[in-house]
């Protein structure tokens, strides 16, 4: 079984990307749809996609524009500063701008507040917060939507990883999403393969990175 550390991860990530000169945007487009196929969409109408500004939140923005295109209903929140985006993740977001008026940062408490009620509108959460990029603990208003998803008890799919959860399973950040289902790109991450109660709900999807950029980085 093929795993990596989050480190590891990275590297293949920026070698597909800068070395092959596959485009990042590529590789979010086919996470995104490789998530939504593993959804029911016979049962599954009524989405709330919360993303943060990185290449996660790219992801979820990319199903959502996938999701909206079909017609599924989206709300979508965005947490953290969007003048830090990923240009992945302002490609897609500006795209979901013209496809739907239901998005929202969340920021203050009356954010949350909003959040907390809205929620309950729908029957699926999409999980974009952290991926492989969360590096240190989870606090404040991250940590606060990722109880507040867990309260809530609505199926909720994880992009990648559980929004919190160290993909090296070596460090406690702190609160994580306790998703149902985990749709992990590519290669499995080191921490869910360690812990059973998040390698059985793990699916791990092929994005198009090349063999010759997992080659370099692990030993296959
Ligand atoms: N091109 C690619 O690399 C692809 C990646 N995929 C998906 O993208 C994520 C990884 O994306 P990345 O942008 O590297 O990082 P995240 O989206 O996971 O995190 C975003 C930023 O959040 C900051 N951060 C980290 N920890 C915390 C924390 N505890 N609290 C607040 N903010 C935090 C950090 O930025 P800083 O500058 O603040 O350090 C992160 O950069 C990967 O998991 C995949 O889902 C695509 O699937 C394919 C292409
Ligand atoms: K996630």
Redesign the pocket.
């Known amino acids: 079984m093929l795993l990596v550390d989050r480190e590891t991860m990275q590297n293949i ?1 920026s070698y597909a ?1 800068n070395e092959i000169k596959i485009p ?1 945007l590529c ?2 487009e086919r ?1 995104a749809l490789s998530v939504m196929e593993n959804i029911n969409l016979d049962i599954r109408h009524s989405f709330a996609l919360i993303v ?1 500004c ?4 790219a ?1 979820g923005l990319a199903l959502a524009r996938n999701l909206l295109a079909i017609s599924k209903d989206c709300d979508i929140y965005i947490i953290g500063n969007k003048n830090k985006a ?1 240009k992945d993740f302002i490609i897609n977001y500006n795209a979901c701008k013209n496809l739907t008026e239901n998005i929202y940062s969340i920021e203050t408490i009356e954010d949350m507040n909003f959040l907390r009620k809205n929620l309950d509108r729908v029957n699926t959460i999409v999980d974009g917060i ?9 606090s404040g208003i ?1 940590a606060n939507i990722i109880d507040l998803i867990n309260e809530k008890n609505i199926y909720t799919i994880s ?3 559980p929004s919190g959860f160290d993909a090296n399973g070596e460090n406690n ?1 702190g609160s994580y999403v306790d998703s149902d289902l985990i749709v992990c ?1 590519q290669i499995l991450k080191k921490g869910l393969y360690e812990d059973n109660y998040f390698r059985d709900k793990t699916v791990v999807c092929d ?1 198009g990175l090349p063999q010759i950029a997992i080659e370099k980085f692990v030993n296959v």
Do not use: E, H, K, Q
Not at 54 to 57: E, H, I, K, R, V
């Open positions: 990530d990307i990042s590789l979010v996470a943060s990185g290449n996660n939140g992801d990923s952290f991926g492989t990029g969360l590096n240190r603990p989870v991250y992009i990648d990883l950040y790109m994005i």
